[in-house]
């Protein structure tokens, strides 16, 4: 079976190379143009377009894929390529290009796509985020037909998937790709052994949006609670991090790992008779400034940041960014 895969990030990479290994024919790869990346600003290949090379496949990067947009000349191009190889199933995954409706009828089996959630709960660019930051106790991986709405298409394959208490967007990731892979080989081996794939509508109720991650949310709000900025905080790893205000430095400070603490449990751990005064502090009140981490007081509780990065350092653990803090 003639296959086409479309994707870019380390996501993808992921799923391309077990779908290479478990030997289907990929006969062609659309990934995003290169990016300008690292200290000199150098191009630099997608990881899928890397493992395209790797494997000697025909890679295409056009600007858009719309016939009637900015960049017409490359989707046309793009367009007589895949007429050219002549897929019968495009495989997608994290492409980051949306596809018109030209490419959903091209191949013949249609173009199905590996999403990193259980649809119909986190459609949209940035499913494992959201699903940390919201305190989703599970998550998954989701095979589905693609049609022309955002993630609306029908469900072939869902597999599901714990979040650990201390998962980051970075940890979780790297699980959903690997499920990614191995749900991807699962349809494709049905497609080859000629079964059908009983392909299932989403459901109309539980339908949640997760929006793409801005710079701009960075500032962590200490007029929520302590267990939804803790949450944030492991959400935000590694893009876009979180930041806050510290006295004595003029930068904001990058935070990297947190603990929310009730009030009870912060008395009782900074070895205070009563937590009256730290109750009524100010929500992002510096509490306490220590080797355990930094203590903010916040509408419910108080959030220990216990590893914390300075403008052009790196993360370190708070007992040694103590060391070099001027405001302690």
Known sequence: ???????????????????????HQVVGVLTQPDRPSGR???????PVKQTALDARIPVFQPRSLRLDGRFAEDALAARQALQDLAPAVMVVAAYGLILPQWVLDLPRL???????????????AAPIQRAIEAGDAATGVTMMQMDAGLDTG??????PLDIGAEDTAATLHDRLAALGAEAVLRVLGRLDAGDPLDAVPQPLDGITYAEKLQKSESPLDFSQPAAVLARRI???????GTTLILPGLDQP????AATALSWDDWTQDAGRGDAGAGRSAVPGTILRLGAAGVDVATAAGVLRITQLQRAGGRRQPAAVFM???PGR
């Open 234 to 240: 492991r959400a935000f790893d590694p893009f876009p």
């Open 1 to 23: 079976m003639r296959l086409v895969f479309a994707g870019t990030p380390v996501f993808a990479q992921q799923a391309l190379q077990a779908i290479l290994q478990a030997g």
């Open 154 to 159: 029908a469900m072939l394959l869902a597999l």
């Open 110 to 124: 249609g173009c199905l796509n590996i999403h990193a959630s259980l649809l119909p709960r986190w459609r949209g």
């Open 40 to 46: 000199g600003m150098k191009l630099q290949p997608s």
């Open 253 to 256: 400070v990058k935070a990297w």
């Open 323 to 325: 060391q070099s803090y």
